[in-house]
Nanobody, 128 residues
Framework: QAPLVESGGGSVQTGGSLRLSCAAS????????IGWFRQAPGKEREGVAA????????YYTDSVKGRFTISKDDANNTLYLQMSSLKPDDTAMYYC?????????????????????WGQGTQVTVMA
Protein backbone atom coordinates (compact mmCIF):
# COMPACT_ATOMS: atom_id res chain seq x y z
CA GLN A 1 0.00 0.00 0.00
CA ALA A 2 1.31 3.39 -1.02
CA PRO A 3 0.31 6.57 0.83
CA LEU A 4 -0.41 8.31 -2.47
CA VAL A 5 -1.72 6.48 -5.53
CA GLU A 6 -2.16 8.23 -8.86
CA SER A 7 -4.47 7.16 -11.65
CA GLY A 8 -6.09 8.57 -14.75
CA GLY A 9 -3.12 8.89 -17.05
CA GLY A 10 -3.20 7.81 -20.64
CA SER A 11 -2.60 8.81 -24.22
CA VAL A 12 -4.57 11.61 -25.85
CA GLN A 13 -4.41 13.78 -28.92
CA THR A 14 -3.36 17.40 -28.79
CA GLY A 15 -6.24 19.44 -27.45
CA GLY A 16 -7.69 16.56 -25.48
CA SER A 17 -8.40 16.29 -21.78
CA LEU A 18 -7.58 14.00 -18.89
CA ARG A 19 -8.39 13.99 -15.22
CA LEU A 20 -5.78 12.63 -12.88
CA SER A 21 -6.69 11.35 -9.45
CA CYS A 22 -4.56 10.86 -6.37
CA ALA A 23 -5.99 8.69 -3.63
CA ALA A 24 -4.25 9.55 -0.40
CA SER A 25 -3.93 7.85 2.93
CA UNK A 26 -5.08 9.96 5.85
CA UNK A 27 -1.64 10.88 7.10
CA UNK A 28 -0.62 12.05 3.63
CA UNK A 29 -3.84 13.81 2.74
CA UNK A 30 -3.88 15.84 5.94
CA UNK A 31 -0.45 17.31 5.31
CA UNK A 32 -0.63 21.02 4.69
CA UNK A 33 0.50 21.10 1.06
CA ILE A 34 -0.39 18.61 -1.62
CA GLY A 35 0.19 18.93 -5.32
CA TRP A 36 1.01 17.57 -8.72
CA PHE A 37 4.43 17.36 -10.29
CA ARG A 38 5.66 16.01 -13.57
CA GLN A 39 8.87 14.83 -15.12
CA ALA A 40 9.62 14.15 -18.75
CA PRO A 41 12.63 12.13 -19.89
CA GLY A 42 15.77 14.21 -19.77
CA LYS A 43 14.09 17.06 -17.92
CA GLU A 44 13.94 18.18 -14.32
CA ARG A 45 10.95 17.47 -12.18
CA GLU A 46 8.52 20.36 -12.38
CA GLY A 47 5.79 21.58 -10.10
CA VAL A 48 2.49 21.71 -11.97
CA ALA A 49 -0.18 22.63 -9.44
CA ALA A 50 -0.57 22.56 -5.69
CA UNK A 51 -3.02 23.48 -2.98
CA UNK A 52 -2.46 24.82 0.50
CA UNK A 53 -5.07 22.74 2.25
CA UNK A 54 -5.67 24.97 5.26
CA UNK A 55 -6.64 28.01 3.23
CA UNK A 56 -7.58 26.36 -0.07
CA UNK A 57 -5.00 28.44 -1.88
CA UNK A 58 -4.01 27.06 -5.25
CA TYR A 59 -0.88 27.51 -7.31
CA TYR A 60 -0.05 26.74 -10.92
CA THR A 61 3.02 26.86 -13.03
CA ASP A 62 2.67 29.42 -15.80
CA SER A 63 2.59 26.90 -18.61
CA VAL A 64 -0.64 25.28 -17.39
CA LYS A 65 -2.60 28.28 -16.16
CA GLY A 66 -6.00 28.38 -17.75
CA ARG A 67 -5.74 24.76 -18.84
CA PHE A 68 -5.28 22.73 -15.65
CA THR A 69 -7.35 22.84 -12.48
CA ILE A 70 -6.42 21.29 -9.16
CA SER A 71 -9.16 20.30 -6.75
CA LYS A 72 -9.78 18.19 -3.68
CA ASP A 73 -12.50 15.85 -2.52
CA ASP A 74 -12.03 15.81 1.22
CA ALA A 75 -14.77 13.26 1.81
CA ASN A 76 -12.80 10.70 -0.19
CA ASN A 77 -9.25 11.92 0.52
CA THR A 78 -8.66 12.44 -3.17
CA LEU A 79 -6.73 15.06 -5.08
CA TYR A 80 -7.55 15.77 -8.73
CA LEU A 81 -5.89 17.44 -11.65
CA GLN A 82 -8.22 18.29 -14.51
CA MET A 83 -6.13 18.83 -17.62
CA SER A 84 -7.59 20.41 -20.74
CA SER A 85 -6.20 21.65 -24.04
CA LEU A 86 -3.32 19.26 -23.67
CA LYS A 87 -0.17 19.83 -25.66
CA PRO A 88 2.75 17.55 -26.49
CA ASP A 89 4.86 19.47 -23.98
CA ASP A 90 2.56 18.15 -21.26
CA THR A 91 3.82 14.63 -21.89
CA ALA A 92 5.41 13.39 -18.68
CA MET A 93 5.09 11.13 -15.72
CA TYR A 94 2.77 12.87 -13.28
CA TYR A 95 3.15 12.47 -9.54
CA CYS A 96 1.19 13.67 -6.58
CA UNK A 97 3.10 14.62 -3.48
CA UNK A 98 2.61 15.96 0.01
CA UNK A 99 4.57 18.40 2.13
CA UNK A 100 4.46 18.81 5.90
CA UNK A 101 4.86 22.58 5.97
CA UNK A 102 2.83 25.53 4.89
CA UNK A 103 2.99 26.67 1.29
CA UNK A 104 1.84 30.24 1.05
CA UNK A 105 3.88 31.13 -2.01
CA UNK A 106 4.07 29.50 -5.40
CA UNK A 107 7.82 29.12 -5.07
CA UNK A 108 7.23 26.83 -2.11
CA UNK A 109 4.16 25.04 -3.36
CA UNK A 110 5.75 24.09 -6.68
CA UNK A 111 9.22 23.20 -5.44
CA UNK A 112 9.47 19.43 -5.59
CA UNK A 113 12.48 19.46 -3.29
CA UNK A 114 10.25 20.42 -0.37
CA UNK A 115 7.90 17.46 -0.78
CA UNK A 116 8.76 14.29 1.07
CA UNK A 117 5.87 11.94 0.36
CA TRP A 118 5.32 10.82 -3.22
CA GLY A 119 3.12 8.60 -5.26
CA GLN A 120 4.47 6.27 -7.91
CA GLY A 121 3.24 8.27 -10.87
CA THR A 122 0.88 7.98 -13.79
CA GLN A 123 1.98 8.48 -17.38
CA VAL A 124 0.44 11.16 -19.58
CA THR A 125 1.24 11.13 -23.27
CA VAL A 126 -0.06 13.77 -25.66
CA MET A 127 0.18 12.93 -29.33
CA ALA A 128 1.24 15.65 -31.72
Amino acid sequence: QAPLVESGGGSVQTGGSLRLSCAASLNAYTLTCIGWFRQAPGKEREGVAAVYTDLRSTYYTDSVKGRFTISKDDANNTLYLQMSSLKPDDTAMYYCAAHVGACVRSTEALDFRLFSRWGQGTQVTVMA
